[in-house]
Each structure stands twice: as structure tokens, then as C-alpha cells.
């Protein structure tokens, strides 16, 4: 349907990522000018610190929270 609507007007298409979309590849070659991730972003964000809180609150562990922020940059860099 995609490629079909890329070819069928001269406006540029956008996609909304979600669960089954192909890959920004396969849109690309079917016409696809944009992909947004629309709320994707957020609800992965948010669906992993609602995991790593409910851990820790249930252990009372920090333990929890480290590994999900191992390769990621330093705060005190970023925000100084």
C-alpha cells in the first residue's frame, strides 16, 4: 500500500513506526520520504524505568537500575 501511494502522488509519504512496519530500508525503497517513531521512543524509555522502579521499590535494591545505564554517557559530561 505504501509503494503504491509513493508512486501514485508527488507528495512526499511518511510512515509511523510501529509493531510489523518493515525496516527503513524496505520503506526507503518503496517510496517512503520519513519515518517518525512517534511515541515509540518514549514508550521504550518509559516502559524501562517503570521495570527498573518496580524492581527496586519490590528489593529495595539500586542494584536494579545500574546495568540499564552501562555504555550510556556520562550525566556529569552531558549536563555539566
Known sequence: LLGRLAKAISLPVNAMARTGLPNAASLQALGVRRLSSGGGLFAAAYGTLARATMEYLKAGDSDALAPL???L???N???G
Do not use: D, H
Open 73 to 75: 554517557p556520562s550525566f
Open 69 to 71: 545505564a552501562q555504555g
Open 77 to 79: 559530561k552531558r549536563f
